[in-house]
T-cell receptor, first 116, second 113 residues
Framework: AQKVTQAQTEISVVEKEDVTLDCVYE???????LFWYKQPPSGELVFLIR??????QNEISGRYSWNFQKSTSSFNFTITASQVVDSAVYFC?????????????FGTGTRLTVIP | EAQVTQNPRYLITVTGKKLTVTCSQN?????MSWYRQDPGLGLRQIYY???????DKGDVPEGYKVSRKEKRNFPLILESPSPNQTSLYFC????????????FGPGTRLTVT
């Protein structure tokens, strides 16, 4: 069963618009971790954030913010005032267990294009 | 600089010609793994290793082999590559128990013709 769902395959926004990338996850574990990675056109995977299942506090880092809601099993990512450099594929991922999982379950990614 | 390195970064080969993609990390991490990335499928785990001489299958292990003779190295071996193994491959590592963030290498783009 797919554990991480990113329903938005592609999104295009005009520069300076806000955009939210959706992530819905599925797990039976009470302890788990959620991640967001950015993959720019150059291809590498850039770690953005990690949240654990016991901390539902939203987080803001500059223009980036994350909304974690256990009630809806969602971990959404918002970019405020988007810039062309934000154009990338963004992956949400899930790691289960307390000790450090053997696998990261990735969503299929959302390709964000920011139009100048 | 703490990093995961992979070589080669790009490789074009023919069906059946054995190849090895190397992966090395300098962070003394116990755990290492290999993923492949395909359009519309995200990243899927091929193999992982909890420590030296300890390896196990991930979600898509068919057609691949790995070995972990040294803590820093975790090569991915394709004994007889086929076109369906054309993909972007990532090596990753993390610390041992209690560590969750995986650090990814730059990726290896493999084309099998």
């Amino acid at each position: 069963a797919q554990k991480v769902t990113q329903a938005q395959t592609e999104i295009s926004v005009v520069e300076k618009e806000d955009v939210t990338l959706d992530c819905v996850y599925e797990t039976r574990d009470t302890t788990y971790y959620l991640f967001w990675y950015k993959q720019p056109p150059s291809g590498e995977l850039v770690f953005l954030i990690r949240r654990n299942s016991f901390d539902e506090q939203n987080e803001i880092s500059g223009r980036y913010s994350w909304n974690f809601q256990k009630s809806t099993s969602s971990f959404n990512f918002t970019i405020t005032a988007s810039q062309v450099v934000d154009s990338a594929v963004y992956f949400c991922a899930l790691s289960e267990g307390q000790t450090g999982a053997n696998n990261l379950f990735f969503g299929t990614g959302t390709r964000l294009t920011v139009i100048p | 600089e703490a990093q995961v390195t992979q070589n080669p970064r790009y490789l074009i080969t023919v069906t059946g010609k054995k190849l090895t993609v190397t992966c090395s990390q300098n962070m003394n991490h116990e755990y290492m793994s290999w993923y492949r990335q395909d359009p519309g499928l995200g990243l899927r785990q091929i193999y992982y290793s909890m420590n030296v001489e300890v390896t196990d299958k991930g979600d898509v292990p068919e057609g691949y082999k790995v070995s972990r003779k040294e803590k820093r190295n975790f090569p991915l071996i394709l004994e007889s590559p086929s076109p369906n193994q054309t993909s972007l491959y990532f090596c990753a590592s993390r610390g041992g128990q209690g560590y969750h963030e995986q650090y990814f290498g730059p990726g290896t783009r493999l084309t099998v013709t």
